[in-house]
């Protein structure tokens, strides 16, 4: 797995039913939309009301259309989400229960058993357990968060640290995270091939150092890892996926951040040939020994996990299914292996000398606490300058990835792309009345800005520059 894909537990589904400032010659300000005014994109709240006309329009469309493109697809598949043969089962073995998980089927997971592969041929008993989390996020969504840290004892060559896995066997399906590989500590995501159809997965946008590249063996399709980046032991790491739609395709990106410096980067960004794809099945964290090197000891740790549904509310991974899959290949080391909470995280170990304790139940339920939502600050937003030919902007250091931008002039949408990287938007023709620029980023948050175009007789109408910097404050 660690060197062509993520291994996705025999394939099993685990389906759901888812500032203000003048110049000689305009004025210009800019505000924060965020949930308390009035933030169309994400609706933390229900209680939000009084501030709906202040909601973007744009934003406002693209949840419903969202939604909606979602459901259709759900009713008129033909795909592995109507295939029958599978229960409606959602009592763990602790006794809890995932509320409205449709085709959550648990007896296969609290078996913890596998598929013989050609992998239980060779060389039996060597390799440690392969070991997963299985989190309660019921519904679709369109983002996926988490956080993963690795102690320096748990670092393993062979050793694959996923940190978010989903739609296994389904259109959409892949996975991300981080490897202790011979080459090196590299990221890895990877989408598996669509179910129907031969078209092939894209890069639209590749970062400094990412190799993209197909892979075979448990599945195929197209695998992209950087080992340029790095990562260290000891430390915090931010993972993120976003999914959007282009036409008749579905696009997905993914950006991960240094916890300790504040970089964030951009590693990749695919293109995957069928619309409207969506992170339908529960979400997945999994520990997995590649190359059998069970005598050694690999642990992570993972906080900070959540989905971003289509209805706009976070669902925070506070509760995981634990399971291990017991195979031939693990023989000699099958009881060793260990999995809990720890301090607000979830964590996962196997191999070497580890023990198992008592939260360590294969199919057992783990609980933690967790925040309603990603505690993570709007984009901060330099604003360079507006001209009649171009608006210009900045991204201050630490700051969350911006992930869209919007330019309307009077009024009217101008120019919107899914860009991370664009900072310059140029006009055809000069605004005679109002620039507004939006800025979304990559959880959903919106900074918006309004340059109001006076125009008097006596002024340069060449050059409006930005004379104040905005910094977003706590209240998102």
């Known amino acids: 797995m660690g060197c062509s894909s993520s291994r996705p537990m025999s394939n099993r589904r685990f389906s759901t039913s888812m500032g203000n400032s003048e110049s000689t010659d305009h004025e210009m300000y800019e505000e924060a939309e965020s ?6 994109r994400v609706h933390w709240d229900d209680d939000d009301d009084d501030d709906e006309e202040e909601e973007d329009d744009y934003l406002t469309d693209y949840n419903m259309d969202m939604s909606s493109n979602y459901k259709y697809r759900t009713v008129s598949s033909k795909g592995p989400r109507s295939a029958g043969g599978r229960s409606r089962v959602t009592t763990t073995t602790a006794g809890e229960t995932f509320e409205g998980s449709e085709y959550f089927d648990m007896e296969t997971m609290t078996e913890g058993q596998s598929e013989m592969t050609d992998w239980d041929q060779e060389e039996p008993g060597l390799y440690a357990p392969s070991l997963s989390l299985w989190y309660n996020d019921e519904e679709a969504g369109d983002i996926l968060t988490q956080d993963v840290y690795v102690p320096k004892f748990g670092l393993t060559k062979h050793t694959y640290y996923c940190c978010l896995q989903w739609n296994a066997g389904m259109n959409g399906g892949g996975y991300c995270g981080i490897q202790d590989h011979p080459k090196g500590r590299n990221y890895i995501f990877s989408l598996w091939d669509p179910v129907d159809t031969d078209k ?3 890069p639209i946008y590749v970062g400094p150092g990412t190799i993209c590249e197909p892979f075979g063996g448990e599945g195929e399709g197209l695998k992209t890892w950087n080992f340029t980046l790095g990562w260290e032991s000891d430390s915090w790491y931010t993972v993120v996926i976003r ?18 410096t504040l970089e964030w980067t951009h590693i990749v960004s695919l293109e995957f040939p069928v619309p409207a794809t969506f992170f339908e099945t529960l979400s997945c964290s999994f520990l997995e020994d590649w190359e059998g090197t069970g005598d050694q000891e690999r642990r ?6 959540y989905k971003h549904g289509l209805n706009g509310k976070w669902m925070p991974f506070n509760k995981a299914v634990f399971s291990m899959v017991s195979e031939m290949r693990c023989k000699l080391f099958e009881n060793n292996y260990d999995s809990g909470v720890l301090d607000d995280t979830f964590y ?16 057992g339920m783990l609980t933690r606490e967790m925040p309603a939502k990603p505690d993570v600050l709007p984009i901060c937003v330099y604003l360079s300058s507006v001209t009649s030919e171009e608006v210009s902007w900045e991204i201050s250091a630490g700051s969350v990835p911006q992930f869209q931008y919007i330019v309307y002039i009077d009024k009217l949408i101008y120019k919107q792309e899914v860009n991370s990287e664009a900072r310059t938007c140029k006009f055809d023709t000069s605004p005679t009345e109002l620039v507004e620029l939006l800025i979304e980023d990559i959880y959903g948050h919106a900074v918006r800005s309004k340059f109001k175009v006076t125009n008097p007789p006596d002024c340069d109408s060449q050059t409006r520059t930005r004379l104040e910097v905005y910094v977003p404050t706590a209240s998102h």
């Not at 949930?35 to 169309?40: A, R, S, V």
């Not at 992570?300 to 996990?305: Q, R």
Request: hydrophobic share 25%; aromatic share 10%; proline share 2%.
């Open 35 to 40: 949930q308390e005014n009035g933030n169309p």
């Open 200 to 202: 092939k997965i894209k």
């Open 243 to 260: 999914r959007w739609d282009d036409g008749e395709n579905t696009c997905y990106g993914f950006w991960v951040k240094h916890q300790m």
């Open 300 to 305: 992570v740790h993972f906080k900070n996990g």
């Open 348 to 363: 996962l170990q196997s191999g070497g000398q580890t023990m198992q304790s008592a939260s360590a139940v294969n199919g």
